[in-house]
């Protein structure tokens, strides 16, 4: 989809006057302050030698943390996971942080009706929209300290660095906090940035109600709260209308933990992501019969959890097939007792692949075979297990856009020259993510893309998910390099 | 377990005198009342001709199952199953009904300290315990109106029968409600039997939680109770203690529904319960870890869920192999979210088999190739899944008493003499039980047998479980007769 705001053939002459400085990038930014230095008069040099503060990125990082903590896995003072729940009260608490931190380094911040909290640090035209880095504060509810967090704190510290040198962007530099992102309390993944790219309709979204199994977190109320209900109650349900029309972007860059293991494996230190994956989330029904375990005979049974046990098998075996993945998150088992074979099991099938048309492929196969598997579960009493697909959404394989994905490979190979080995470039690599992020949404209006940092094991969505302070380091100096230069390729 | 309280060596010479009445078997014994007719002095002809009440009986069966309807499956006042769940309100109601019906039938009423409720119409000797007849008012949370109900509303309708016709007893005859037989509230089945035949410790009892998947039925309380609280918010935690000392009883009979396809696809109208299968349940963790599911390969996964999946199949194979059964019917899924894998799964496991051993045999061979599949699950990361088994209850074959078996035996063939088929004795079989009941626990202390009926389709623990209202008769017409039966076999 073509990017309303992208402002790439603004005219020169629209920029304002601006004095030149000299500058020197063997300095340390961050600890001292330039007055007036502008993006466009940098030199490649300068721009290479840009660099994010480590300490004070993992300190505000783990500060953030406080707000939510999860399972402890290590004696350390942060070895702890997260539990912080879309629109809970940790989150509630880290948004006010978050905004009251912004408000400090002089950002302007603005709340939507989905909750997102943009906040913008001026450049030196106010007619244009702002280049925004973004990500999601809150976790899964076993998660770690790195996924989405890392993106945020990562933008606060680019503004961190840009105030202490006194830099002056053309456009704002924006930082944008995404509203349940995880899907985990919400079942929707990415569903602010969603109603943002008027790709999801707010009443849906506003509607969508927090999913029962985790309810009994104490993060939600014993009655399932809906979305709206949840802004409202913890005061995030902003009046600006939730659409790029009315918080436009120049483009959307994004800095993430890999959550597999290609970098870490490699020994790798940056993947420039250049698309997404497909995937798709169905909510499947299986209705079979509930009866007696102890006075049934298998071959009178319609046992709803036997037909779904081999359905979860063959989806492993027909997504490897296809070099695709299938999983399933959520069981539900009814009515859910000891000696009563159950009549009726619902679970989710999150579905993914390299291109939107093998999703497709794994998807029909298996509606093909559930359909088989059910109907041979109960046909010896001529009442045979059925099967029900709904799908819960859709998302196609996404390729970030060129300009974007430049800034990035360039920063990249920028911040890793300092490397102690021969070939630095071998430090970088471009790669796809399996996981859907908020870029993929905002790469239906505006130029984006994304930068991965690796992660222990590859592990993510676990309260043990980690990454070194060197690492996100990395990541927020080639995030910060990313936004100079998109910044240049914008007005100069 | 030898029998404390079988008085069959009882000299006669404790037999009161008492009054020689004539007695027409050709009457219809409910329509009219005859003074002090006593077991001991009727004829095999008289006592084959005794017949409960079948209209009677259907219309106090259904006015129970006012309390506790369940779910509506046609069109009829009565089509709808039941959710009865132990010690609810509607179990403290139809409990209510059943003590008042009890007593203004003349008998003494007396509550354990498990809420068991035995009433007692008192025989001519007030020296020894009486004959009782047993089962269930609890329900599945979709269960339907016979498993249970009919063995007390049986009982109900042998003591209005005994009391219309002046039939008078040597010993007394009771009827027992058993709390919690079912498991599905509380999870270990028969368990207040057990608790009676001193097999299952009553603190064990007392503290054991309703299971949380129960829980959000109307008749749970948000939090979960235990059965002693559960006991005391209903006022039927009695101040008797729970043992087969406290409340003796001579035999033990109980009219239930097949629950089976054998007698309903035999055409058959009676089984005599000869046994009861072998059963074991246990709860089984599966751990393994969180991942994303989007960015971890298979080979990179220990999912628990789809290692659970494939120990839910190969229980079937490793069952089936052995003429035994396997079932899961709780699933609990950790963290539970759409993309996450899951990285704790437990689910509850029963195994049941003709024989002790065999149940033993399949346990064994399970625990090897469970260990198996979590070893592979996760291998690939050095970091497998692995799997803990707890043992939740544990019922060895049981063999019922010969002396029971006998009465029930020739009760059953009186009764089915009057069907228009040439060998009436065909439409009676010896048969054994899959389910538990809790003539298992009193089988441990005292003689007992058991009475089958055929049900619909042979479904129960579904709200479409049916019998006609004739078989019901026929039960109770049975262990009506076996009760007299009994009776003469101890004192005659």
């Known amino acids: 989809m073509a990017c309303s705001y992208f402002l790439r053939t603004l005219p020169r002459t629209c920029l304002q006057s601006a004095k030149p400085i000299l500058f020197n990038p063997a300095r340390t930014f961050s600890s001292s302050r330039i007055q007036a230095m502008l993006t466009t008069e940098l030199s490649e040099t300068e721009i290479s030698a840009l660099r994010a503060n480590k300490e004070r990125l993992a300190s505000d990082l783990h500060h953030s943390c406080q707000w939510g903590s999860g399972i402890r896995w290590g004696d350390g003072p942060t070895d702890t996971g997260m539990q912080r729940l879309a629109l809970s009260e940790d989150d509630k608490s880290v948004r006010d942080w978050f905004i009251q931190t912004m408000k400090d380094l002089k950002c302007k911040v603005t709340v939507d009706e989905m909750g997102n909290i943009f906040a913008v640090r001026p450049g030196r035209r106010a007619d244009v929209p702002a280049t925004f880095i973004g990500s999601h504060l809150d976790t899964q509810p076993t998660g770690g300290r790195y996924d989405g967090i890392l993106g945020v704190l990562a933008g606060i510290e680019v503004i961190k660095t840009m105030n202490d040198m006194g830099l002056e962007t053309e456009g704002g530099v ?238 990249a190979q920028a911040v890793v020259a300092d490397a102690s080995v021969a070939d630095t470039k071998s430090l970088v690599r471009t790669i796809m993510s399996g996981a859907g992020h908020d870029s993929v949404f905002t790469s239906k209006r505006v130029p984006t893309s994304m930068i991965f940092i690796p992660c222990k094991d590859g592990l993510s969505h676990h309260p043990e998910e980690f990454s070194t302070a060197d690492d996100c380091a990395t990541g927020a100096s080639v995030i910060l390099q990313a936004v100079v230069r998109y910044d240049r390729k914008r007005f100069l």
Chains 1, 2 share one sequence.
């Open 174 to 411: 924006g930082v944008v906090d995404w509203t349940n992102e995880e899907g985990a309390r919400f079942p929707m993944s990415m569903i602010s940035s969603g109603v943002w790219a008027e790709c999801i309709p707010l009443a849906r979204a506003h509607n969508l109600k927090e999913v029962p199994t985790v309810a009994s977190l104490p993060t939600a109320a014993s009655a399932p709260e809906t979305m709206k209900s949840a802004l409202q109650k913890i005061g995030y349900l902003g009046d600006i209308p939730c659409s790029y029309k009315s918080t436009p972007m120049a483009a959307h860059f994004e800095v993430h933990i890999e959550q597999g293991p290609y970098l870490v494996s490699a020994n790798q230190r940056v993947g420039v992501v250049t698309a997404v994956q497909a995937y798709r989330w169905f909510r499947l029904n299986v209705i079979g019969r509930d009866t007696h375990t102890g006075t049934t005979a298998f071959e009178h049974r319609a046992d709803a959890l036997y037909a779904f046990a081999q359905m979860m098998v063959r989806a492993r075996e027909v997504a490897a097939s296809k070099g695709c993945l299938a999983s399933v998150g959520i069981v539900e088992v009814k009515p859910g007792s000891v000696n009563t074979v159950p009549g009726e099991v619902s679970f989710s099938l999150d579905i993914r692949g390299p291109e939107t048309k093998l999703v497709t492929e794994v998807e029909k196969e298996l509606r093909t075979d559930f359909d088989a598997i059910a109907a041979t579960e109960g046909a010896g009493i001529g009442k045979p297990c059925r099967v029900e697909w709904t799908l819960d959404f859709d998302s196609p394989a996404v390729k970030f856009h060129e300009d974007c994905i430049d800034c990035v490979q360039q920063s």
